[in-house]
Every structure is written in C-alpha cells, then in structure tokens.
C-alpha cells in the first residue's frame, strides 16, 4: 500500500528520502506498511524502535509477562518504575512519544497456535525476534503458509545471526535449524549493546525488504562474533524436502520453469 505523505511527515523524514534510491515513494511505501515484531526485548523493542522512527505506518508489538529488574540493561524503551508491568505497554507509549505519527498495536501474549496466523495473515513483513524456538517455529510456518517474509534474529552471549526468509524463495528457518538448540532464555549473558547490533540491522532488513533499498540478506545467513567483531555470511541448506517450506518451494520452481522462455538470447 502506498499512501501520501503529510507535511509533517516529509519533513520528519526528510534526511532518509534524500538517500539515493529512496526517495518519497519508499517513504510512501513504509508508511503503508505493517510490520509484526515479537519478543518486544533487547532485541524486538530496539528493532521496533528504528522501525517507529523510520515511518513504518504500523507496527505490531507482541509479548506476553511482565519487565524484570535483569531485563533492564538492555531495555531502552522502559524506565525504571514500569517494572513488574507488562513491557509491550509501555514499549507502545515509547514508541508514540517518540512518533505519534504512527500507528503501535500492544498486545500482551506470546506467539501462540491460537494468535499466530491471524497476526501473520494482517502483517506485510515479521520480525522473529522471539525468546525460544517454539514461538519462532509457530512464526515460521504461518509465515510460509501465508507468503510472508520473516526478518529472522537471534543472539546467544557475544555471538549473533541474522537472515531474511522469503518462503518459496529461501531457506525457511527449518530447512537451517532442523534440530532445534536447546536454548535457555535467561541461561546466557547478554549485553545490550549486543541486542541493539541485531536490532538496528534487523530493522534494517525489514526496511529494505518494504522499500526496495539495497539488497536483503536472502539465502544468506550472516553470523555475527562481537566479542572479535567477526562477521561472515553462509548459504543455508534449502531443503527440497522440508516439511515446512519443501512444497512451496517445489510449486514455485515448477512455476518459474514453465514461465522461461524456451530458448536463449546471447
């Protein structure tokens, strides 16, 4: 969805359409957008934030419980006197204080079988920024069987990845994690300013893949040393077989082969 920009609007954001190859049109495209971001932490909220001040039109914040003490190191939508309160909440006001401009949706659950699809259906882009791999694979499969692209994130200590899953296109998140870690959420030490890395880079992707800036990091997976400052990318496994994204991908190419021409031209 495209939709004109005010003049309010043009001149908050005047400094990102004097970018080459963005321009009022990206603007335009951001503000018609929604994005879904879940997890709402270090790494969600932070995203969310950069998203917010960006122009994405709509953003959806989804996080069950409530913000604790621990949390607060990395927590730069919160203040001190909200915990023991539901974050996404506060993270909605945050966001409107700093944009009124746009449009946040709070709701205080985690990714579950009951809330997934719908979310998924009403989004344009997802942010999979959740805490452990049973909310992340519910996000993945509603995002394939919805033809959604997913922004997928996730940290662990100092170390980091990032991919941009684009079902029937790329790797889903089944096809590079097959067997799922066994990932305790408050069983590693973070620092924030390792969650906000992600973050920033995360909404990055997500901006790119509404506006056409640059280049997402499709089949790619880039990994992410921060103690070293090390980054790599690596092309994940896509597997003809997944269970997941595997039928999808097969109708896709059979599609596309049938659109070739029959012959080439040097």
Sequence with gaps: MVLDLTPTELERYR???????????????LKGSTVLVTGVGGLGGTAALYLAVAGVGRIILLR??????????????M?????????????KETLLNINPDIQVDAIC???NPNNVNELVQHSDVVL???HNFIERDLLNIACVRWGKPMVEAAMNN???????IVPGLTPCLSCIFPEKPDWDKRGFGVLGAVSGTLACLTALEAIKLI?????????????????RAEFSK??????PACPVCGEKSQRLTSITAQEEPCCSHS
């Design 128 to 130: 999979d920024c959740a």
């Design 15 to 29: 400094r990102q359409i004097m970018l080459p190859g963005f321009g009022e049109e990206s603007q335009q495209r």
């Design 109 to 111: 659950e985690y990714v």
């Design 64 to 77: 069950g419980g409530e913000l604790r003490l621990d949390d607060m190191n990395r927590q730069i939508l």
């Design 79 to 91: 203040t001190d006197h909200w915990v023991g309160q539901p974050r996404v909440f506060k993270a």
């Design 211 to 227: 506006t056409g800036l640059g280049t997402p990091l499709l089949s790619q997976l880039l990994t992410m040393d921060l103690s």
């Design 158 to 164: 100092m170390e980091a990845y990032l991919t941009t």
């Design 234 to 239: 690596r092309h994940p496994y896509h597997d």
